[in-house]
């Protein structure tokens, strides 16, 4: 369920002094209603900064009595507290309209004391600190607004809060400080933003500069989008959340409040960022719910966007949070570790700083808002695979990243990848790398007629993946729960791979299927278009065992061949490549084992038999397959690279032919009669391409000759033994 909300900093409207002290009461004249009504944020802002303005400007008289309203009656035994005008005036509009100042003796309607008795201990208060405690007021007038039309009942008491808190600091002149059980900022290290700035350097500290760049910007923009984000009341997010789960956000919704949205109009409170004070916990609350609206709104405004900046929000920026929830949700990310070590040479000192329409490639995210948060973060992930891939986690351990990403490298701490005799160089690579970029740009910019798919020669994956990149198709893990309700979304996705399981799988019982399909312990990885489940992957995975079962895989007949099932595979391999579990198992029957051969899967099972006895479930008349992985692969972006590889390789093979290019005579062999055979060394300009001669080692026996001797003699006489017995 969702519903639009109002924008993440939008201002009350102001209220009246007569009205923040009066029970609520308006006055009587009209134009205090229309001053009441609801504006556009940015209208509100100025609003309430030409308030201040003006009453900054007001005679001290007109200060006093402005204050005198906030301000208990200094006469013994007197429990006034605040005065109040026994002759309102109806105010008038123009500039002047609020200088008529009431006299130091006119009486109190309440305590009928002189207004001076509510104001003597400010005669000697100086014009700065009497600015101070007016702007103060202003903002106590907005909250008093806020009290009266917030129909949350937690918002409410903390805008009330808040409320008392700016009135007994007029009453106390004293500075405003929240304090009390909600403690002080920040409130969880590290910080969003710490985090976000960890995962940068983590997935993307091995990029050039300017793809890193490319990186960073994003970072800034999800900060500068977060930092601008509503936060629903606990009441209206309409999820079944545990106990814990539900505290921690009613807690942090409060300091939002208090440190972060109020402050945004009330700037007597001290204002800090949501990214800057707030961590994970938070993160995980809002990420979701925000990924999906945020893209939603791109989309609806990228005809508005300049061409460069629509495929930095349509096609990177999807990507870039794709990756970024892997790393909110998984159990042991290193970015949230408080050790984190960001050894880049590429990172600024500091974390990304994002300022309001500071973000590059977005206009008007400070307008940008977030509707309650549904429950589709229960029972549903997300796994599409990143723009860009960083390192990968391939051990349990939880150390710091920079010696995570050595050892997935191969490499111990602070050792050199070892020089391989013969091996190109490293400026020599990237001169080869620019090369084929440079043609490919060439070749796209020269081509005529219409954009095909994918070329002649494509991977089988490779239309499914530019779908993907497009935002045509998308992954998720999905499950059902006893411990929540899924969102209706997942439902309706179970339901649809269920029927697809159903359809292209005849022979096995329905019934089985809708068993399996809803069983919290199984989890299905479909492929989405159009809304709607176009193939799936049944699985259960068994940690402990380091190995999945793969029960269910299809795709509907209408869309098959197009490299869907590559496709869910390899994003399959990755997701279980994050928990650490390396073997798949399957039972195949006779029309599936073409295509698991295909995605690497071998009746020769590497994973030894006594760790998936009793696990997995025996099909009659169906081929135990099994699939190892490698953790240092990138399965969903494999065929690229190695298409990749290849280029580079025929372009080195190219620049080699070109240096050692020289035209030898040819072999004297029937000048002279064919001797063969022939030998290789003797094929002129052979030897100097590089070719080496293999060199034949000779056996060497381990006995000497008197031992063999005696061998080869008992040898003889069993053979004459056993001739006489025969004969």
Same mark, same amino acid.
């Given at each position: 369920m969702s519903s639009t909300s109002t924008p993440a900093s939008d201002p009350a409207p102001t209220a009246t002094s007569e009205e923040a002290t009066n029970g609520g009461k308006p006055p009587a004249n009209p134009a205090a209603s229309s001053a009441s009504t609801e504006l556009s944020k940015t209208n509100n802002f100025q609003k309430i900064a030409k308030k201040k303005m003006m009453v900054r400007s007001f005679p001290r008289n007109k200060k006093l009595e402005k204050l005198a309203v906030y301000? /208990?009656?200094?006469?013994?035994?007197?429990?006034?507290?605040?005065?109040?005008?026994?002759?309102?005036?109806?105010?008038?509009?123009?500039?002047?309209?609020?200088?008529?100042?009431?006299?130091?003796?006119?009486?109190?309607? /309440? =305590?009928?004391?002189?207004?001076?008795?509510?104001?003597?201990?400010?005669?000697?208060?100086?014009?700065?600190?009497?600015?101070?405690?007016? =702007?103060?007021?202003?903002?106590?007038?907005?909250?008093?607004?806020?009290?009266?039309?917030?129909?949350?009942?937690?918002?409410?008491?903390?805008?009330?809060?808040?409320?008392?808190?700016?009135?007994? =600091?007029?009453?106390?002149?004293?500075?405003?400080?929240?304090?009390?059980?909600?403690g002080t900022p920040p409130f969880e290290k590290p910080s969003i933003a710490k985090g976000v700035t960890n995962f940068v350097v983590y997935k993307f500290g091995n990029l050039a500069q300017k793809e890193w760049q490319t990186m960073y910007d994003l970072a800034k923009m999800f900060l500068h989008c977060l930092n601008h984000w509503k936060l629903w009341p606990p009441a209206s997010r309409g999820q079944t959340l545990d106990e814990k789960d539900e505290n921690d956000y009613k807690l942090n919704y409060t300091r939002w409040l208090c440190f972060c949205h109020v402050p945004a109009f009330c700037d007597?409170?001290?204002?800090?960022?949501?990214?800057?004070?707030?961590?994970?916990?938070?993160?995980?609350?809002?990420?979701?719910?925000?990924?999906?609206?945020?893209?939603?709104?791109?989309?609806?405004?990228?005809?508005?966007?300049?061409?460069?900046?629509?495929?930095?929000?349509? &096609?990177?920026?999807?990507?870039?949070?794709t990756m970024l929830e892997q790393e909110v949700y998984g159990n042991n990310s290193p970015i949230w570790d408080p050790e984190f070590v960001q050894n880049t040479a590429n990172l600024p000192n500091q974390a990304p700083v994002v300022t309001p329409g500071g973000v590059a490639g977005v206009s008007g995210l400070s307008r940008f808002t977030s509707s309650t948060v549904g429950t589709d973060n229960f029972g549903s992930v997300n796994i599409s695979p990143g723009m860009l891939t960083g390192s990968r986690r391939s051990s349990r351990s939880q150390d710091a990243a920079e010696k995570r990403k050595a050892d997935e490298a191969g490499l111990s701490d602070g050792a050199k990848r070892p020089k391989i005799e013969g091996d190109i160089s490293k400026d020599l690579l990237e001169e080869v790398?620019?090369?084929?970029?440079?043609?490919?740009?060439? %070749?796209?910019?020269?081509?005529?007629?219409? %954009?095909?798919?994918?070329?002649?020669?494509?991977?089988?994956?490779?239309?499914?993946?530019?779908?993907?990149?497009?935002?045509?198709?998308?992954?998720?893990?999905?499950?059902?729960?006893?411990s929540h309700r899924p969102s209706d979304q997942v439902f309706l996705w179970l339901i649809e791979v269920q029927n697809l399981f159903s359809h292209q799988l005849p022979r096995m019982p329905k019934e089985y299927i809708t068993r399996l399909v809803f069983d919290p312990k199984h989890k299905c990885l479909v492929l989405v278009k159009n809304n709607h489940v176009i193939g799936g992957i049944c699985f259960r995975m068994f940690p402990s065992q380091c190995f999945t079962e793969i029960v269910f895989c299809a795709v509907t007949s209408s869309e098959q061949v197009k490299g869907y099932g590559t496709t869910l595979m390899n994003h399959l391999k990755d997701y279980h490549l994050l928990h650490n579990v390396t073997h798949f198992l399957t039972f195949a029957d006779e029309f599936a084992t073409g295509y698991f051969k295909?995605?690497?899967? /071998?009746?020769?099972?590497?994973?030894?038999?006594?760790?998936?006895?009793?696990?997995?479930?025996?099909?009659?008349?169906?081929?135990?397959?099994? =699939?190892e992985l490698c953790p240092r692969i990138n399965y969903t972006d494999f065929s690229r690279v190695i298409r990749k590889q290849k280029e580079i390789v025929k372009k080195l093979a190219a620049?080699?032919?070109?240096?050692?290019?020289?035209?030898?005579?040819?072999?004297?062999?029937?000048? %002279?009669?064919?001797?063969?055979?022939?030998?290789?060394?003797?094929?002129?300009?052979?030897?100097?391409?590089?070719?080496?001669?293999?060199?034949?080692?000779?056996? %060497?026996?381990?006995?000497?000759?008197?031992?063999?001797?005696?061998?080869?003699?008992?040898?003889?006489?069993?053979?004459?033994?056993?001739? &006489?017995?025969?004969?």
């Open positions: 301000s /208990s009656c200094k006469s013994e035994g007197c429990k006034c507290n605040g005065w109040k005008n026994p002759n309102p005036s109806h105010p008038q509009p123009g500039p002047d309209a609020s200088q008529t100042a009431s006299n130091l003796t006119d009486p109190c309607k /309440s =305590c009928r004391h002189p207004l001076g008795a509510h104001v003597s201990h400010l005669d000697n208060t100086d014009e700065e600190e009497l600015n101070r405690l007016l =702007c103060i007021v202003v903002d106590v007038e907005n909250l008093f607004v806020c009290v009266h039309r917030e129909e949350d009942a937690e918002a409410k008491q903390v805008y009330f809060y808040l409320f008392k808190l700016l009135r007994k =600091c007029i009453l106390n002149m004293s500075q405003p400080s929240i304090e009390g059980s909600l007597s409170l001290p204002q800090y960022e949501t990214t800057r004070i707030f961590g994970r916990t938070l993160l995980r609350s809002v990420f979701q719910t925000m990924r999906r609206q945020l893209l939603d709104k791109f989309r609806a405004e990228k005809d508005k966007m300049p061409p460069d900046k629509k495929t930095l929000v349509l &096609t990177h920026f999807p990507r870039f949070l790398l620019a090369e084929i970029t440079n043609e490919a740009e060439a %070749e796209r910019g020269n081509m005529v007629g219409p %954009e095909t798919m994918c070329g002649s020669h494509a991977a089988r994956d490779e239309q499914a993946r530019k779908e993907e990149r497009d935002g045509k198709i998308d992954f998720h893990i999905i499950n059902n729960s006893l295909k995605q690497g899967f /071998s009746k020769d099972i590497k994973l030894p038999r006594s760790q998936y006895l009793g696990y997995i479930k025996d099909y009659e008349g169906a081929t135990l397959m099994g =699939c620049r080699k032919n070109v240096e050692t290019e020289k035209i030898y005579s040819g072999v004297g062999l029937f000048k %002279e009669g064919v001797k063969l055979p022939l030998p290789l060394e003797s094929i002129p300009g052979l030897v100097e391409s590089g070719w080496k001669p293999l060199v034949k080692k000779e056996k %060497e026996s381990s006995l000497e000759p008197d031992q063999l001797y005696n061998v080869l003699r008992t040898m003889i006489q069993q053979v004459k033994v056993r001739r &006489t017995n025969i004969n």
